[in-house]
Nanobody
Framework: QVQLVESGGGLVQPGGSLGLSCAAS????????MGWYRQAPGKQRDLVAH???????YYADSVRGRFTISRDNAKNTVYLQMNSLKPEDTAVYYC??????????????WGQGTQVTVSS
């Protein structure tokens, strides 16, 4: 069974930093793009950042310059380093990845979500 497991959420003061990680496990043949989304109460789930299998990154305008996404292909893990956090960054953060259990058969997977709260 293939799954994504996130860790690293929590409570942080405005201006602080927090790091998230997401590890893929199971019988994985290949991993494509990996990314982070977030969903605040009463709002839709939005893309925060993603990184391709080749390392190309994309960031939402709201986090560009403050957040950094990276991946370790040897560990099947994607990271999100969040700096200069603002109260509006408060949300449940979800890991997302395209993964194949056999050659060329990719499916999209979600993690269970981790809460990030930015508050004084």
């Amino acid at each position: 069974q293939v799954q994504l497991v996130e860790s690293g959420g929590g409570l942080v003061q405005p201006g602080g930093s927090l790091g998230l990680s997401c590890a893929a496990s199971g019988s994985i043949f290949s991993i494509g793009a990996m990314g982070w989304y977030r969903q605040a109460p009463g709002k839709q789930r939005d893309l925060v950042a993603h990184v391709s299998s080749g390392g190309y990154t994309y960031y939402a305008d709201s986090v560009r310059g403050r957040f950094t996404i990276s991946r370790d292909n040897a560990k099947n893990t994607v990271y999100l380093q969040m700096n200069s956090l603002k109260p509006e960054d408060t949300a449940v953060y979800y890991c997302n990845a395209d993964m194949a259990v056999t050659a060329f058969l990719f499916d999209n997977y979600w993690g269970q979500g981790t809460q990030v709260t930015v508050s004084s």
